[in-house]
């Protein structure tokens, strides 16, 4: 059980004994951590690759704000055009796994591990779950070009082999996802676990360029 901190030592001193008294913390009961996490709600972040639905839409709804200072190079009153930079940004993490006891998932390798993948492999090549420990995670970042707004709008977490193909498909597939207007995020695209799925089909307004 996790207990909470409160004002349960408030009038004691440093010498003595301490007696510890229920009655003193202001809370009768705690929960315990299986009962709070039935009352919780869904995940607001995810063990996904790719770019997340929520921070893309908190980076588009900023950036539009009347109250924001992020300059538009086309603003109308059914468009507002905002230039922006992708960029990556990435950590090394030390190879491990752990139970998600939510998601009912072991995380840790660059494929989720679920009760449908274990069955389907009762005896999994250990070679090929070696090279398939997650080793870094890299964060996407959006920076308007006026430089007044910049967010992280999605992850991926790599292994030890990732080569330039890779690289070059993941970013081509991110740059296509974030070329979307708000109104068609927040309808059309295609989410798994808040990660978008959609990629050519996304917005009608994307950039040809």
Do not use: H
């Amino acid at each position: 059980m996790n207990l909470l901190r409160g004002p349960g030592l408030t009038g004691q001193k440093g010498a003595g004994t301490f007696s510890f008294n229920w009655k003193d913390w202001n809370f009768p009961f705690i929960p315990g951590k299986t009962t709070r996490a039935k009352y919780k709600g869904g995940y607001t972040c995810t063990t996904r690759n790719g770019i997340q639905k929520n921070l893309l839409a908190s980076f588009l709804l900023i950036s539009t704000s009347e109250k924001s200072s992020v300059c538009p190079i086309i603003s109308q009153c059914s468009l507002k055009l905002i230039p922006v930079s992708y960029a990556t940004d990435g950590m090394s993490l030390k190879p491990g796994l752990q139970f998600d006891s939510r998601l009912k998932e072991l995380v840790g390798l660059v494929f989720p591990v679920d009760l449908a993948y274990v069955q389907a492999n009762p005896k999994p090549d250990p070679q090929m779950l070696k090279t398939s420990f997650v080793t870094e995670a890299d964060a996407a970042v959006l920076t308007t070009l006026d430089g007044k707004l910049s967010l992280p709008v999605g992850t991926s977490f790599k292994g030890k082999s990732v080569t330039g193909q890779m690289v070059f498909e993941k970013v081509t597939k991110e740059v296509k996802q974030v070329q979307i207007c708000l109104r068609c995020l927040q309808i059309y695209a295609r989410q798994t676990q808040n990660v978008i799925t959609s990629v050519d089909d996304v917005c009608s307004s994307n950039c040809q360029g």
